[in-house]
């Protein structure tokens, strides 16, 4: 039997989650490691705080020094969150010889180049599996059992709280404002939701995707991103009707010696897997060379699921060191490919427009499109939905174009005066 000493920095929802799995299955992975895993020290800034979990009390430490600089404390599990002080912590605990456990995607889209580095440098391990899909083993599968792929492709659903309220206002027809409201009282969303609504969490956990399967550093805040605010009714009802859902995808893919990539809502076909990836669940779809597709699914977030991945990330090391095997210290994050990333590439688009009702209007939009080069693939019109100022909603979905080129001809189509307002332009994914 080898005992592993482990410290944890922050004890939250995943602090506790991870202490629970271990609290749940120490014995079992025991028998079946042989390795006694154990949490030694708990950094907690606020220890009278009530944490719903019986820890005992002596493991509680203010001083992150203690932990990160403990000579008998083998990985540092990194649970506080945010970028700052997270990345020093961890560097800090990289070059006192720990390997380091993460759930940070917000640390490592950021300052994963410099940490997998000083990883390296010090030979120890970085493992992160519980920063992109919660509990999905994505990493793992990605960065082992599929080893053999080049990838072409990722799409994704990688954020619990935007799947949650879009789903409740597909199927129930809830407002936004509600269901929002709705998931912070469930604890699905956060107080200030900023980051899960405006795409910035799917954002970093795609820069660290596209790193693993692409080789590529893509700095999060260079990824063309859109929340899901401006999803309304009215598009998720014409959605349903061309027989779409609306999903806040993050996607990417490998065209020549470039990679597109971006964070938004897009139509998506009920057929297609991550069509029926519903609530709070997310799910990574793959494309490789020879796997062919291939989908992960599960809870992307919650103490448990989230714990699952931290605590399988813990053995996963703890076997390591116990092997001292130097290829298993081979780094994750990959920086060192030659393709140049792009932002949103060639897509269809579903475009709504309210417009007069009066003869004449489709083919003069249609000819001005035909100028850019974009094909009608399918069209609406519903006189049942008059707006209030008697305008009537016009609803495509056209073939594939760049979406300057489209910007540039609804530009055109704006200026005329029958054309009272362009409502929604979506990204649809085939
Ligand atoms: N929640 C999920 O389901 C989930 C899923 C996947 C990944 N993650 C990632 O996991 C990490 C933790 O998330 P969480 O949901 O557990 O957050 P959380 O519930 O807010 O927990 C964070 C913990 O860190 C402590 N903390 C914050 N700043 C600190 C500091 N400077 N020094 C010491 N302690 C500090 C907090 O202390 P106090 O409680 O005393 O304020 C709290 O206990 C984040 O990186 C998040 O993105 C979360």
Redo the contacts with the bound molecule.
Sequence with gaps: MKTVNAGI???????TGTYRTLQLNREKILESTGIDLRITKI????PE?DRGIAIDKSVYVQD?DSIIKDPNIDIVVE????IE?ATTYMAEAIKNGKHVVT????ALAANGEMLQKLATENHVMLRFE??VG?GIPIINALTSALLSNDFTEVLGILNGTTNYILTKMTDFQQKYADVLKEAQAKGFAEADPTSDVEGIDVANKLSILMSLIFGVNVPPEEIPTQGITNINQVDIDYANRFGCKIKLLAAAKKIGDKVECDVQPALIDVNHPLASVNNEFNAIFVRGNAVDDIMFYGK????LP?GSAVVGDMISIARNIDKDSAYDMKPLLRYDSDLEYVGEGVNQYYVRLSVDDRPGILGNISSTLGRYGIGIESMMQSIQSRNEDESVPLVFIFYETSREVLDEALQEITNRSFVKSVDSVIRVQK
Excluded: C, E, M, Q
Aim: aromatic share 0%; net charge positive.
């Design positions: 920095l922050g004890i939250g929802n995943v602090g950094l907690n800034r606020h705080k992150v649970l506080i969150g945010g002080p759930a940070n995607k917000a519980a920063s919660g992307g977030a919650g103490p989230t």
